[in-house]
Structures are given as C-alpha cells and as structure tokens.
C-alpha cells in the first residue's frame, strides 16, 4: 500500500475523524488518500497553517480526542508551530503533520528544505522524519500514543513525498483506537504516600486545594467535587483549569494567581496551612511568580500530577504523588477517616468564604450596571453569562477577555467550557480556534472573544466559518490598541506609549465582507440585545463592541490592580503637597 494511504488509514481506525490543515505541492499524495478516506475523516481547509493548528488544539481541549492539524513544507511547517507550542505546554493531545522535500534531495538545496525534525523538537513531546515508506504506519501509531498517553502533549511528524509516495507492507497498517482520546491510559498513584496525604488533610486547619488543567485533562472533576465537598474544603482554579469545579459549588472559590483571580481567593491561598495542587505545573501565572502560596515560609504542599518532573519542581512537597487526578482523587477520598469530622470542622470557613463569594458578585454586578462609554467589559461578560447556555463553548484570545472571563464568567457546571490559551498566550487564537470548537462539539453553542488586536492577525478564518456555514457568535472587545501592552507603558513606563495604538477600522464591515451578519455596539444599553440578537440568528455573527481600554478599567490582574493602587496613592500625596 501507498505510505499516505497506509497513514490515513492508520488515522482513520485510531479515531481520527477530523483534520485541519491546508495542501501544498509536498503533500498531493497525502491529499489524495484524505481524499479516498473522506467518508471517515473530514479534512477542514484553513486559510492558514497556524490557524491549523489553533483549530486542532481547542478540537482537542473540547472534545478529549487527539487533535491533527497538517500543512506543507517550508513556510508551512514554519507557519504551523505556534499552535503546536501551545498544545505541547498546556498538555493538550495534538499530532502536527508536515509533508517534507525527498528524502534523496536531501541536502541539494531543493526549494523548502528545512530540517523539520529540529524545528519542532523544542515544541513537541516527540517527532520525527520519517524516512522510509515501510515504518510509515509504526511512526504514526508511537505519535498517536505519545500524544495521549503520560501527560498529554504535542507530536509531529516530518513526512518526505518520496516516503509518502513509497510503498509500505500492508500486514503492518492498523490502528489503536484506545489511544485516540487522552488519558489513553491511566495511572494509579502509590497508595502510600495517598494515606499521607488523606493524614494531612484530615489534620489541616485551613486547607484549600488548587486545580489545574490536568483536572479537566483526566475528566475528574466529579471525584474533585465530591472531596472537596464531602470535607469542605475550598477550590481554586487555574486559568486552564477553570471548570474543574462548578463554579456555583460553596467550595468555589474561582481562579486564583494573577490573571483573572478573585482577590478573596488569593487571600484563601495565602492563608492556608496545606495546599493540595491537583493536575497543575505550579506555574508563574498561577502562583504569582511563585509567592502564592510562600514557597519558603508558606504552607505544606501536596502535589498530584500525572508528570512525576513536576512534583517538587517549584515547591518543597510533603506527598508527591504520581498519577492519574480521577484515579488520586478517588483514592484519596476513600482514604480520609471519618470524612463527616473534618466537614464539619470545616464549615465555618466555607461560610464565610460564601459570604465573601456573595460580596464579590454583588461588586462585580455594581461594574456590570455602568452606563459609561467606552462599555465596561464587564457589561459584555454579564451579558453574556445571563444569555448563552450552560454547556455553551467558548473560546477567547489571552488578551483582554482573558482577566474578565476568568473572574466574571461563572461556570454553573463541571468540565472545560472556556479555552483560553495560556502557555504562551499567542494573540489570533480565538477565530480560528470556534472553528475546532465547532467540529469537538456540534449542536452546542459556540462563541468566540476576541480583541481588534488579535482580529488583524486571524481575520482569514472569517472566510473558512461561513464556507462551512458555522452558526458562530464571535464578540470583539474593540480599545483601538495592544491594550495589554499599553496598559503596561501606563503603569510602569510612565505613560509613554509607543507601537501599540491602530487606525480606526470598520471591523463588522469587513465582517460582512466574509459573508457574516455585524454589526457595531456603542451604547451601553445595547449589549444585551445586540448579543441576544446575534445567538437567535442561527449564522455566523460578528458583534464589535467598542469596549474601555486596561488603562482607565484595569482588568483583574493582581499586579495590575497593586501598581493602580500605588499610582492613585502617589497622586493622592502629591495633589495634596501640592494643595498645602
């Protein structure tokens, strides 16, 4: 058999059933066995490689399938990576494939040749080239593995005409459907060092558990929700990992770390006397630079991950603990003697969390009711979360919507509703990304946010929703800027800005160019029936909202809010010297 035609295969019968991606002169054979196999696997053309790979990754965070993106040589294999770096850091299953020059013109300075093979090593769990046309098949099924099992992770494979065009045996084609979702397989954790920390747990005075994205990896937000709730004990997030918990649970506390945080949740952090951190890297995002909680003189830690590296990596851990969230989780309830005891001993904290829950939502809803111009975001949020259902996707660029959503959008329900990219933050993610969301989960709603920076860099993919006639409700955030950049030359470069500001731009026109139905929103009072409008529609609809930029509403970002703090307080000192 044909080396493409035995990589399809090998695809389609380990449950590939969608791929994203866009042909180049490289890979014709390969299209052509996409082609034969279309009954089995829908290919999805892009306007762009990265936007591939943006689609496969959210394809992937969505529907717990292995997510594939393809592009060709060259620039293609140049364009595709960002996407690729991104699955790999958030631990998300992805297989990149790109068709590579002959393997005999190695060498001679053939047009697009690359050495494919170290590009993506830095950016992947694991890659090859594959040279010959008979290991095609063994290639494709270790990529398909290494992506799903372990910690979920990125694979790519470099795949020359001459191997793609070659001719493979074909008692060696088969595929293994076991490892086409992710976790393929699951790993028990040592049940002593589980008793260890069902001891420290029953023994802490102020507990609080930490959940990050390997809890929604391993779909354990059930065993989660049952622990923490059956010892009262309190839950924060990280930003991947927000859905851990229902958000409505009295153990939610909401996000923690310094994007998109409740301050009341930070403060639970800090005072806390064990941190049991469940399916998170303890990255800097999260921990606030690694002072949240003290890593020195702060609470003992408990650390549960899939990843053995990451135990201990940032903090001294009392019970490191290796292996799958839903299997350690289970095991850790079932190890807690008397659970009832320490429930109710710890109740009077989850009152008085509740209480400053309460407290918080009723400030948020303050925000939410202002009339000024430019809209506040949090108005768009509010709107939002009254409007969309419960199971609705949605998916936002790292910029502005990001602090919003993480702290204003609450999640009445368990498992990943909002995918948001936060290992390396690449702007143009959320408009191609609807679009993977789309295909992981079809008859449920999708909605893209977006900010007119990252609009310029992903517009393309406008044309690719309504070429598929995708009922996509995208919301662009519109501050005329690189808000995040700008909001940090206003706050620690003395308001001098430099390279960050735009033309003004008629961006629902342009919408409608691409065939969606836009429209513009100025006014405060128009929000919620211009949103209302655009999911009744039933198309694709663009809705851009002309919303306050970082610089006079400073989002929920920790830092941000201290320098505000310290900006208005040094005004305040000086106005009054000034006054005297």
């Known amino acids: 058999m044909q080396g493409a035609r035995a990589l399809v295969r090998v695809l389609a019968e380990s449950g590939v059933e969608h791929i994203f991606g866009l042909p180049g002169d490289t890979g014709m054979s390969f299209y052509e066995a996409l082609r034969e196999e279309r009954e089995r696997i829908t290919h999805i053309m892009t306007r762009d490689e990265r936007s591939a790979s943006f689609m496969a990754d959210v394809y992937a965070r969505v529907s717990g399938r292995l997510g594939v993106c393809e592009g060709p040589s060259g620039g293609g294999a140049t364009y595709i990576l960002p996407g690729v770096a991104e699955a790999q ?19 001679r300075g053939v047009l697009t040749e690359l ?9 992947t769990k694991w890659n090859t080239r594959v040279n010959a046309a008979d290991t095609l098949a063994e290639a494709a099924r270790r990529a398909v593995r290494m992506a799903t099992t372990g910690r979920p992770g990125a694979t790519h494979l470099s795949l020359p005409t001459d191997t793609l065009e070659g001719e493979t045996p074909d008692d060696g084609i088969y595929g293994t459907p076991e490892f086409g979702r992710a976790p393929a397989l699951r790993t028990r954790p040592d049940p002593a060092l589980v008793q260890r920390a069902a001891d420290l747990l029953t023994a802490a005075e102020r507990p609080v558990f930490v959940a990050g994205g390997g809890v929604l990896a391993s779909g354990a937000w059930a065993e989660l929700t049952a622990l923490a709730e ?33 301050p009341y949740a930070n403060a639970c952090v800090a005072d806390a006397d064990l941190v049991v951190f ?18 020195v003189a702060g609470p003992a830690v408990v650390h549960v ?15 490191p603990i290796a292996g799958d969230a839903k299997l350690a989780l289970a095991d850790l309830l079932a190890a807690i003697d008397r659970p009832e005891v320490v429930h109710a001993r710890n109740q009077a904290r989850i009152d008085a969390l509740v209480a400053e829950r309460d407290r918080y939502w009723a400030d948020v809803e303050a925000q939410a009711g202002e009339r000024s111009r430019p809209i506040k975001p949090q108005r768009v949020v509010r709107a939002l979360r009254e409007l969309v259902e419960d199971d609705a996707v949605i998916v936002a660029d790292p910029g502005t919507p990001t602090p919003y959503l993480g702290a204003q959008y609450e999640l009445r329900r368990p498992g990943r509703t909002t995918v948001i990219p936060r290992a390396h933050g690449g702007l143009g993610y959320a408009i191609p990304g609807v679009v993977g969301a789309a295909y992981a989960a079809p008859g449920r709603r999708v909605v893209g946010m977006t900010g007119d920076g990252s609009f310029g860099m992903a517009v393309g993919e406008l044309e690719t929703v309504t070429r598929y006639g995708l009922p996509i409700v995208i919301i662009q955030c519109s501050n005329g800027s690189f808000g995040w950049i700008k909001e940090l030359q206003h706050l620690y470069h003395g308001d001098r800005y430099f390279g960050v500001d735009f033309n003004p731009v008629d961006y629902a026109a342009i919408a409608r160019g691409f065939g969606f139905r836009a429209r513009q929103v100025v006014d405060p009072e128009e929000v919620r029936p211009a949103l209302a409008e655009a999911l009744a529609d039933g198309g694709p609809y663009f809705l851009d909202i002309v919303t306050e930029a970082p610089m006079t509403e400073t989002p929920p970002v920790a830092a941000w809010i201290e320098a505000e703090e310290q900006r208005t307080a040094v005004a305040s000192v000086h106005g009054g010297e000034r006054r005297r």
């Open 305 to 319: 991950d899939v990843e053995p590296w990451e135990l201990g990596n940032n903090y001294p851990t009392v019970a």
């Open 278 to 295: 469940v399916g998170t890297r303890t990255d800097s995002t999260t921990t606030c630079h690694w002072t949240l909680p003290n890593p």
């Open 89 to 107: 850091g958030s631990a998300i299953p992805l297989l990149c494939l790109t068709s590579d020059t002959p393997v005999r013109q190695q060498g």
């Open 115 to 123: 050495d494919q093979e170290g590009l993506f090593r830095p950016v």
């Open 230 to 262: 059956g010892l009262a004990v309190p839950v924060a997030t990280s930003l991947n990992g927000k859905g851990s918990v229902a958000e409505t649970s009295c153990v939610a506390i909401g996000v923690v770390g310094g994007n998109g945080a409740r």
